[in-house]
């Protein structure tokens, strides 16, 4: 996806909580909003590849390489202890509820504005859960791609939201799974430590993109993604970052011919929705055949 001009506010909004976050004297701070600012005015990528130039930037000029750092344990920490809730919620018919729950979860972004992750969470994810409608035909051919699959790519998305997605991998043929968090850090996106964190890295192969991007960016991914990308007869894409850079990049001798893209995202912005024909904070399942 192209960014639209929406994308600019969006992205000064974003730095503005960033930097003011960030224990830097005022100075600096002006500087360093400066700078970002007109990373942003350059930008003609997709949201995503913004966020990459923008992370990169703080990193090298703060030496800040993490600054969502205590905001990713706090989040998987908060989802590791609704574990028990959460198992019990999906104990009928657990494939469909997981998937929901996973869904849900996508909330857990701090990329749009504040995650939600209050006193009330619990209630408010209980809540997305039972509201969530998976269309059959989704479901459907989930299911179907899943039996068939050889090998299961599963690209993540957001700290917290990864405790989500291990509950979803235990209903999948987990021998299958190769499961892709963020290289490096950018914004609560999940990386190697948050999944080892939680225990994912014990229950299933990890990897990473390689790569700092919030999305996928084929010309930065590391070779073993990229490997693991071409190998897979299914694969399963959270988050709504992955989903801007992924559902229209050309994907022809790239991925196996046939293979489907099953995304899970909540939409979050104006032009997601126009592009998908929702509205935001819509629940988004759309599959991308290859």
């Known amino acids: 996806m192209k960014p639209t001009y929406h994308c600019i506010p969006c992205h000064v909004n974003h730095i503005y909580r960033v930097v003011s976050g960030l ?66 919620e999906c104990g009928h018919n657990p494939l469909k509820q997981v998937l929901k729950l996973s869904l849900a979860a996508n909330m857990i ?3 749009i504005g504040d995650s939600n992750c209050g006193e009330d969470f619990a209630v408010t994810l209980k809540t997305i859960i039972h509201d969530i409608c998976i269309p059959e035909e989704f479901y459907h051919k989930f299911i179907l791609a899943m039996e068939k699959a050889e090998s299961i790519l599963y690209i993540a998305d957001n700290a917290g939201e990864i405790v989500a997605d291990m509950l979803l991998v235990d209903c999948l043929p987990k021998e299958k799974i190769v499961f892709a968090v963020r290289g490096y850090p950018v914004i609560n996106d999940a990386t190697l430590q948050d999944a080892q964190d939680i225990g994912l890295t014990q229950k299933v192969k990890v990897i990473t993109t390689g790569d700092r991007t919030p999305g996928i960016n084929l010309t930065r991914c590391s070779k073993e993604f990229l490997l693991n990308l071409s190998q897979a007869d299914m694969i399963i894409v959270k988050g709504q970052g992955n989903f ?27 032009p997601v929705a126009e592009f998908t024909y929702k509205k935001v904070g819509d629940n988004a399942f759309i599959i991308r055949e290859v």
């Open 23 to 88: 224990t830097l004297d005022e100075h600096t701070k002006l500087r360093l909003m400066q700078e970002l600012t007109r990373i942003i005015a350059s930008n003609f990528s997709t949201p995503p590849d913004c966020a990459h130039e923008l992370y990169t930037a703080i990193s090298q000029l703060t030496g800040i390489d993490d600054p969502f750092t205590k905001v990713k344990k706090n989040s998987n920490a908060l989802m590791m202890s609704l574990l028990p809730q959460l198992r019990a």
């Open 244 to 270: 801007e850079t992924m559902i229209d990049v050309p994907l022809d001798g790239i991925v196996k011919t046939g293979v489907k893209l099953f995304f899970l995202f909540k939409v979050k912005c104006l």
């Open 109 to 111: 972004d701090y990329g």
